[in-house]
């Protein structure tokens, strides 16, 4: 079962009216849209997902809401010309980039290293790169790379080592394939601090689904979507994309470094935007869901061009 995270907060913090008009890029299996749905009776919400497995699934869960809504089919990076193509004037917009349960649940999806299966990671099953083709194909150095960069991965290199060395007779077929390598290549000390696969399987997957790109560049489209005192929601589970959302957050909520001793800043450098919030689950939800302790809940209010919240 999937447990939507931070779902309270996030609730609270989109501000929602009756009539609201409410983005949520991440849909999944239809948590937090469900939820959106049922505060927005004379409004709408529109729900972005490429996985089309979640589609079936939330459209039951949000069809018991309302009717009020409409799921698109792809990937969130298109929703500025989608909702441009609707003429679509946005109250908030939410994203939660984590991999939801039942993905990570069901083994034929190849993302989880507990359970054996086709090395997959696909979040768009007809996109054509999978992590079989990372794998196997990649050679020593963009392994390593990828490793550190995307997991953070301390021993990138012997593990990447490990990979090419264990190829080099057969390719690497199985997630559980993958995790025991990765496990010989790691110290003995390295593998009592949690299981040493989940970076790396962090790490293909972020570079599968090309998601940190595409997160960037959405989360910038989403800034000029918003109207003056709505809100974006956004709900990060690892260090490389709360990092993103922070350092653009900061950019579009600070004035400009060489204005800032000036008496009065001048109406057009004025931030339109302004920061509002930077959450971390409570202990009670991390210990009732084990996968919400490295969520950060943070949020940023589009104000008017005069650097004002509009009435």
């Known amino acids: 079962m999937h447990i939507s995270v931070l779902l309270n907060e996030s609730i609270k913090y989109l501000n929602l009216k009756a009539d609201s008009i409410i983005v949520d890029a991440t849909l999944g299996y239809g948590g937090h849209s469900s939820n959106i749905l049922a505060k927005i009776p004379n409004g709408y919400l529109y729900a972005f997902d490429q996985d089309k497995e979640a589609i079936v699934e939330a459209n039951k869960k949000l069809a018991s809401v309302g009717t009020n809504y409409e799921i698109i089919n792809t990937n969130f990076v298109n929703m500025k010309n989608e909702l441009n193509e609707r003429k679509v004037c946005v109250d908030g917009i939410l994203f939660d980039l984590g991999v939801s349960s039942p993905q990570l649940d069901n083994a034929e999806r190849g993302f989880s290293f507990h359970k054996d299966a086709k090395l997959d990671m696909r979040m768009n099953r007809e996109d054509k790169l999978t992590a079989y083709e990372v794998v196997n194909e990649y050679p020593y150095e963009k392994l390593t790379n990828i490793f550190y960069k995307y997991g953070e991965e301390k021993y990138a290199s012997s593990i990447a080592k490990g990979i090419i060395q264990y190829r080099d007779n057969k390719k690497i077929e199985s997630t ?136």
């Not at 559980?176 to 962090?202: M, S």
């Not at 950060?296 to 005069?306: A, G, K, P």
């Open 176 to 311: 559980l394939e993958l995790a025991e390598i990765i496990k010989e290549n790691v110290p003995e000390k390295y593998r009592r601090q949690g299981h040493p696969a989940r970076k790396v399987f962090q790490a293909i997957r972020i570079e599968v689904n090309n998601e940190l790109d595409v997160f960037e560049k959405a989360l910038r489209n989403a800034l000029e979507l918003i109207k003056p005192g709505g809100r974006i929601c956004v709900i990060t589970f690892h260090s490389l994309e709360d990092r993103i959302c922070k350092q653009i957050f900061n950019e579009v909520s600070s004035i400009p470094k060489e204005l800032r001793k000036l008496p009065e800043i001048p109406m057009e450098y004025r931030p339109k935007f302004k920061v509002v919030a930077n959450i971390a689950p409570s202990s009670e939800e991390i210990e009732e869901n084990a996968r919400s302790r490295s969520a950060r809940l943070r949020v940023i209010e589009r104000v008017n061009d005069y650097g004002e919240k509009e009435n």
